[in-house]
């Protein structure tokens, strides 16, 4: 099993819904959580932490489940703009490392 | 503002050729990772290092070696290149804050293709 697991999509979303998708951690003890994004295979880039009660930032909103193990992000008024790969990041901390595990990745596909 | 900065940008090596990438950061972080992306598959940890003189392996190391000698530089060599070693390689790094870890910033990655 996958460290942490992630719906590749795509996500064929019309521009103005709202697309929400998760994603799945193995490592109970990880301690920090976030959304990146990634365009065409460019650096990813942070798009948001997680925090343990929730966050808003604009028309995107985290959560973390820590007795399910899994993180979401929800993107509402979708735009064309939001077209990307959004990857899942899990602080995966085991003794006095920290590595950050990153997921393979979901795909959004905003249309017109 | 430099940021994380990764030399070069691309490169095309033969088969069997040796090299190394250099990843440079400036905003004096103690951890920094290697990993790579190849087609349709996300971000796959190589090594990673929490310090100055400290290296681990991650995911997928054969292949390659790593060095940081210095805590604002880490290097990923390839001593025999092989074609699977294709792929884009992106360097990154972050710190530790409180129980747990800031985001990872990331270079603007090397376009390796292995012939």
């Known amino acids: 099993r996958k460290e942490v697991e992630q719906d590749p999509g795509p996500f064929n979303v019309p521009e103005g819904a709202t697309v929400a998708f998760n994603c799945t951690y193995s490592n109970s003890a990880s301690q920090s959580f976030f959304w990146y994004r990634q365009d065409c295979r460019k650096e990813p880039k942070l798009l948001m932490s997680?925090?343990?009660s929730g966050n808003e930032d604009g028309r995107f909103t985290a959560q973390l489940n820590r007795a399910s193990q899994y993180i979401s992000l929800l993107i509402r008024d979708s735009k064309l703009s939001d077209s990307a790969t959004y990857l899942c990041v899990v602080n995966m901390k085991r003794d006095s490392w920290g590595k950050l595990q990153f997921g393979a990745g979901t795909q959004v596909v905003v249309t017109p | 503002n430099a940021g994380v900065t990764q030399t070069p940008k691309f490169r095309v090596l033969k088969t069997g050729q040796s090299m190394t990438l250099l990843c440079a950061q400036d905003m004096n972080h103690e951890y920094m990772y290697w990993y790579r992306q190849d087609p349709g598959m996300g971000l796959r940890l190589i090594h990673y290092s929490v310090g100055e003189g400290t290296t681990a392996k991650g995911e997928v190391p054969d292949g390659y070696n790593v060095s940081r000698l210095k805590k604002q530089n880490f290097l990923l060599g390839l001593e025999s290149a092989a074609p699977s070693q294709t792929s884009v390689y992106f360097c990154a790094s972050s710190y530790a804050r409180g129980r747990g870890y800031t985001e990872a910033f990331f270079g603007q990655g090397t376009r390796l293709t292995v012939v």
């Open positions: 997680v925090y343990s």
